[in-house]
């Protein structure tokens, strides 16, 4: 199969990290080369910035703005040192969120700065364009309520900032991640999963609709 940027989409708790483990592994087992990452972090450089933009709250949080551009800052050491060269060679890389995040959280559910994420998403598109690759999301949709009690139940109690915030803030991400298209240039396909399924039927959905 030729180089295609997969990335796997969705609020808190909606399974997607699970997704990409099981993808990656059907995909492996019958030969095919994948690249799994995530964003933020994906590489050591990016990593690090990760650790600073999710750093428990201190009370002294970053400025929108400053909030995506760091976020964009570790997006582009990602592709960078992972992505791209990952592409060129002709693998599939398989990425546990991308940009999609940052417009259902820092622009839909935290009414950020769309002139400026705009600006950043041409930035992106620049890179990857020319590389010519097959770029789609998958969106796992889950009622938040439903994603908060698996997110307690596997004992995962408020790991960072922003998992604390409250359920309305959850509903606004999980809207953001449904009128997302629209904000994002053509070159990016996307799907919807049932995320409220079992993990081996959101696998077969997820493989079923991005015909992999
Ligand atoms: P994770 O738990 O999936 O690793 O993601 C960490 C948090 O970062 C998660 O609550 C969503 C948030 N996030 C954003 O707010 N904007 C972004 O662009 C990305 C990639 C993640």
């Known amino acids: 199969m ?5 990335m796997i989409e969705g609020g808190d708790g909606s399974g ?10 059907a995909l492996k087992k019958e030969g ?5 990452t995530r964003e933020p972090g994906g590489s050591p450089k990016a990593e690090e910035i990760r650790r600073l933009i999710l750093q428990r709250e201190t ?5 929108p703005d400053a909030e995506m551009l760091l976020f964009y800052a570790t997006r582009m050491q990602h592709l960078f040192d992972t992505v791209v060269p990952a592409l060129k060679r002709g693998e599939m890389v398989i990425c546990d969120r991308f940009e999609v995040s940052t417009f259902a959280y820092q622009i839909h ?5 769309e002139p400026l994420f705009a600006k950043l998403h041409q930035e992106v598109v620049r890179l990857l364009k020319p590389l010519n690759v097959h770029c789609v999301y998958a969106h796992c949709d889950i009622d938040p309520e439903i994603a908060a009690k698996r997110v307690m139940s596997a ?5 960072d900032v922003f998992d604390a915030r409250e359920q309305a803030f959850h509903e606004k991400v999980r809207e953001g991640y449904k009128v997302a298209s629209q904000h994002l240039d053509t070159m990016f396909e996307h799907v919807v999963l049932d995320a409220s399924k079992t993990p081996e039927e ?11």
């Not at 030729?2 to 997969?6: D, E, H, K």
């Not at 997607?16 to 592994?25: D, F, G, M, Q, R």
């Not at 095919?32 to 799994?36: G, H, I, K, R, Y």
């Not at 004992?155 to 790991?159: A, K, N, S």
Request: a positive charge.
């Open 2 to 6: 030729s180089a295609r940027l997969v």
């Open 59 to 63: 009370g002294d949080n970053f400025s």
């Open 16 to 25: 997607k990290s699970t997704l990409v483990h099981n993808l990656a592994e």
């Open 202 to 212: 959101v696998l077969a959905e997820a493989r079923n609709k991005l015909n992999l």
């Open 155 to 159: 004992g995962r109690l408020l790991p």
């Open 32 to 36: 095919q080369e994948v690249v799994t």
């Open 109 to 113: 559910a935290r009414s950020g700065n």
